[in-house]
């Protein structure tokens, strides 16, 4: 089945389970955890060309392909992998897992807890950036890879800087998009109002929902509408909606939808309660929100100085959640610290979601950044 | 009693009462209209030294002084109303009231409807700034002004503008601080959020709560909380909070308060909850989404053809809700309207807020306008 000429075609989410105990940087012992993950392309003998792909807030490991012939959408990231894309499959193997405490496959608050049959709820443990590189770490050993790049946007970034930083003598590059190494108070407070929505919706019931006729969904579709205003900017939402009226050209007087905007976000509030668990909504803007390298390690230089990656930065002007300057601070940082970096701007005016939509530019300077440690044919 | 000695002293709130009905701009007749109200200094034997003040979106009548001497706080504009202040009340007549819809005193959802005995809830018609302007030259004329300068902040400044066109004659000058003509649509994006969170509280029981043991607190708490993040910008949340740990200098690893942000988000929830109606929240926060002026008048130079008003704009730096373009493109349609106009964009680290707060570098600028306009000595 061809649906698109450079498509990665079906694929076949796999599963793989770590027995072990895994020391989590809260302190507590945590196992065993699943991981839902799928690849495209094949690991060459060197175990070397290997890209390990790290999705967003609320990304699965489903980045490319089709997981059946029915499916109406390709994977999160179609754009940029597959043959002759931006993350080639001809050449890499790319490896993309759902991270830890997620609900799409990976162990999370809605899986099963072994101690009790039931879903372990509020009972999982509080996880970091760091807890989800662990799990990727034993993922990718056993796959083989020996060497890898690691590449990811919002989120992903922060998981490609921890990757380059745990695991120096493996990652030779590091591709971050819309990223940061440490969240802003205002990127905090978003996090919050979201969390906030979940924990006070009558259905969250401590967490423990599951088995309920109710779920918590007003308050997740409510932390998704914050959420999406922050994806988006100003300027997008204008050209998207500007102040256009929904079903006619004159207000409603009423407090139905009135505006097309209105009206877009709660679609997306909507539909994101059908696929995400509000748990897991917790435990992963918690995990974004404690993400800070500079404090772990004195100061980002500090943070980079055992790396010896090549970096890619990438930034969009209108992205202000994550904002350039925050990219900047990495390449700053990293300059300073001796490393090997490339940083690039892109104008673009679709916010932070650009990371997602910007594929074109994007597939330019990641070829080009890829293809400096390539062999030469 | 002397709290502070340019202090307007202790005020009371008076009450005026619209007995006939009010053509709202949906159609709707509407009235008996209460307007709560307060008054500093003296109308002059002319009756134009008034100023009327207007309110932004959760204020009241109470801008100035203290309604008892228990009173811990003064009214919200007190920095600018006062002997001497930028709001002299020893030159000026000044007029604070509580606007239509709203729940300090003038009618709103939260009244009593004659008609069934009960609160109006959701049977309290949409009213829009217009509506708002309207019942407050209700009260101009119950007091026997003839010429006045009406000035407001965020919302206070759409009705300002509105005054400036519904009433050409009896406006001479107009003051706009931190306002718009229109809404952004990410302006109507955040309160569409803040509406939600409203409307699906399950204690909102369609509007009818008044009488019943809880209250949409949760939802309003979340509106406010959503709200406070506009208000503020990431440069003051970074000075005012940055990354800071409330209770210690590492995570909780729960869903406990960590950070000082969220822990200043959560108590402006709480606190909104015992000041504020979730009705009103509504009600008003639609007619701000509603209003836009270059839509009803074809442009915004055409909706400034009939005011005879010196205006004066004023923006901050750090304003993202109501930002420094938006108060361009007023300056820009008045200038082509031929109108007499001074713009002056402040520079302040402090957000939206700030018109509440760079209470110095206004009055400055305030004095020197209403200066221009006042007889020589």
Redesign the interface.
């Known amino acids: 089945m061809e649906k698109n000429p450079a498509s990665v075609g079906i694929v076949k989410t796999e599963y793989f389970t770590i027995e072990e105990k895994i020391q989590l940087e809260?302190g507590v012992q945590f196992g065993p955890v699943q991981v839902a993950y799928e690849t495209y392309g094949v690991l060459n003998e060197q175990k070397d060309n290997a890209i390990l792909l790290l999705h967003a807030l609320t990304g699965d490991a489903h980045a490319a392909g089709y997981n059946s012939e029915n499916d109406k959408k390709p994977g999160w990231w179609d754009d940029m992998v597959g043959p002759g894309k931006a993350f080639d499959t001809n050449k890499y193997f790319v490896i993309s897992s759902n991270m830890l405490g997620g609900c799409s496959g990976t162990t999370g608050p809605c899986s099963i807890n072994p101690d009790t049959g039931k879903p372990y709820g509020?009972d999982f443990?509080?996880i970091t950036i760091e807890d989800a590189v662990k799990v990727q770490k034993k993922l990718v050993d056993f796959l083989g890879v020996k060497k890898l790049i690691v590449a990811g946007g919002s989120m992903g970034g922060m998981q490609a800087l921890e990757w380059s930083i745990a695991h120096p003598d493996m990652v030779d590059a590091v591709i971050i998009i819309a990223s940061t190494s440490?969240?802003?108070?205002?990127g905090?407070?978003?996090n919050?109002?979201g969390?906030?929505?979940i924990?006070?919706?009558?259905d969250f019931n401590n967490g423990d929902y599951y088995d309920k006729e109710k779920q918590p969904e007003?308050g997740l579709?409510?932390a998704r509408?914050?959420g999406h205003?922050t994806y988006?900017?100003?300027e997008s939402?204008?050209n998207?909606?500007?102040?256009r009226f929904q079903h006619s050209d004159r207000?409603n007087?009423?407090?139905n939808v009135?505006?097309q905007?209105?009206s877009y976000?709660?679609h997306q509030?909507r539909v994101f309660v059908d696929r995400f668990d509000a748990n897991s909504y917790?435990y992963i803007t918690?995990a974004v929100?404690?993400f800070?390298l500079a404090?772990k390690y004195g100061s980002l230089k500090n943070a980079f100085e055992k790396t010896n990656a090549r970096f890619l930065v990438m930034s969009f002007t209108s992205d202000w959640l994550f904002p350039t300057s925050q990219s900047k601070e990495i390449v700053q940082a990293l300059i300073k610290a001796g490393k090997d970096v490339s940083f690039c701007e892109i104008e673009s005016p679709c916010g932070h979601d650009a990371f997602l939509l910007e594929f074109e530019t994007q597939t330019k300077i990641v070829k080009s950044f890829l293809a400096k440690g390539e062999p030469n044919d």
């Not at 440490?182 to 205002?186: G, K, M, N």
């Not at 924990?199 to 009558?202: C, F, I, K, M």
């Not at 998207?240 to 102040?243: E, V």
């Open positions: 809260s509020l443990p509080v440490r969240l802003t108070a205002q905090i407070a978003f919050a109002v969390r906030n929505a924990l006070s919706d009558p007003r579709a409510i509408m914050v205003i988006l900017c100003e939402m204008h998207k909606f500007g102040r207000p007087f009423d407090f009135d505006f905007v209105e976000l709660e509030g917790l918690k929100d404690y800070d404090a």
